[in-house]
C-alpha cells in the first residue's frame, strides 16, 4: 500500500539531508515537503502565533512538492497536516547534520517536528548522523526502517529517535541519555555579545550500551522509542489521592 509521508527538517529546506530523504521515501508513495526557509536548529517545538508567517511552494527534486515555511520546524508539521489538510500515514524529520542524543534533543528542532505529529497520532521518525556523515548515512535507511517494522516500534509510541553513526555496526533498540554536551559563554570582541560552545560531557557509563549515546558513540545506530508526557510519575503515584 502507496504511504502519504511528510518530511520537514530543522536545517532548512534546501538542506542537502532532507532531499536525500525524501530521494529515499519517495518509493514508498506519495512525499510532501514542509521545512524551514532558514535554519532553525535548536528551535524545539517553538511555534509562531504573533505574527504572520511566509509560506509558499518552492522547487525541490523530481516528484516532490516542497513548501518554504519562514518559521520553525513543528510549525512545518502544523502547515503541513492542519495547513494542507492532509492526512499522512508516516512524518520523517532530518536527515539531520549532526546527532541527536541525550538530554540534549530537547533543543532539537528535528525532535520538536516530531513531538508535534505524534499530537496527530501519526508514526514519526528524526534521523540524525554525524557532522559530513550523510551520503554514507543514507545508505542506511532501509536497513533501519526494516528493523523498526520488524520489532514493531510503533506498537507503543509515535516517535522514535533515530542516530546514524559512520560505519555502523549494527542497530540497537535505546534509551534517551543523560548529558551530551556542557556549555560556555564566550565574549565577542563586540560589546556584551557572547558566543556559546558546547563541549562533550558523558554523564553516562562509558559500558552503558542501552544509553544512545554510549551506543551511538561506540558505532551503533541508536533507535529510541520518546514518549510525550513529562509527567514524573513516580511522584504522581506516590502523592495522588
Known amino acids: 500500500m502507496a504511504l502519504k509521508i511528510l518530511i520537514t527538517n530543522d536545517d532548512g ?6 532531499k536525500l530523504l525524501a530521494n529515499w521515501a519517495k518509493k514508498f508513495g506519495e512525499v510532501t515537503v514542509v521545512a524551514p526557509k532558514t535554519e532553525q536548529s535548536g528551535k524545539s517545538q517553538g511555534i509562531e502565533f504573533a505574527k504572520p508567517v511566509e509560506i509558499k511552494e518552492v ?21 503541513g497536516i492542519a495547513g ?4 499522512y500515514d ?7 547534520n ?14 520538536g517536528a ?3 505529529s505524534s499530537r496527530y497520532k501519526i508514526p514519526s521518525i528524526a534521523f540524525s548522523t554525524f557532522y559530513d556523515s550523510q551520503d554514507e548515512a543514507c545508505q542506511c535507511f532501509d536497513k533501519v526502517y526494516e528493523f523498526i517494522k520488524e520489532k514493531n516500534l510503533f506498537e507503543n509510541t509515535y516517535m522514535l529517535n533515530v542516530n546514524i553513526p559512520a560505519n555502523p555496526k549494527g542497530i540497537r533498540v535505546t534509551r534517551q541519555g543523560g548529558n551530551y554536551y556542557s556549555d560556555r559563554f ?21 559500558d552503558d550500551f542501552d544509553s544512545d549515546i554510549i551506543a551511538v558513540l561506540n558505532g551503533y545506530i541508536s533507535v529510541t522509542p520518546l514518549a510525550m508526557t513529562r509527567t514524573d510519575l513516580v511522584t504522581f503515584e506516590k502523592h495522588k489521592e
Not at 59 to 79: E, L, M, N, W
Not at 84 to 87: E, P, R
Not at 90 to 96: E, I, K, T
Not at 98 to 111: A, C, F, L
Open 59 to 79: 522547487p525541490f527534486i523530481d516528484g516532490v512538492k516542497a513548501y518554504s515555511v519562514d518559521s520553525t520546524p513543528t510549525d512545518c508539521v502544523r502547515f
Open 90 to 96: 508516516l512524518v520523517l524529520s532530518g536527515l539531520n
Open 186 to 206: 564566550i565574549k565577542t570582541a563586540e560589546e556584551n555579545m557572547y558566543v556559546t560552545q558546547g563541549e562533550i560531557l558523558l554523564d553516562d557509563s562509558p
Open 98 to 111: 549532526g546527532e541527536n542524543v541525550g538530554e540534549d534533543i530537547v533543543y532539537s528542532g528535528t525532535i
Open 114 to 116: 516530531i513531538y508535534e
Open 13 to 18: 529546506v534546501t538542506a542537502h539531508g532532507i
Open 84 to 87: 494542507l489538510g492532509q492526512k
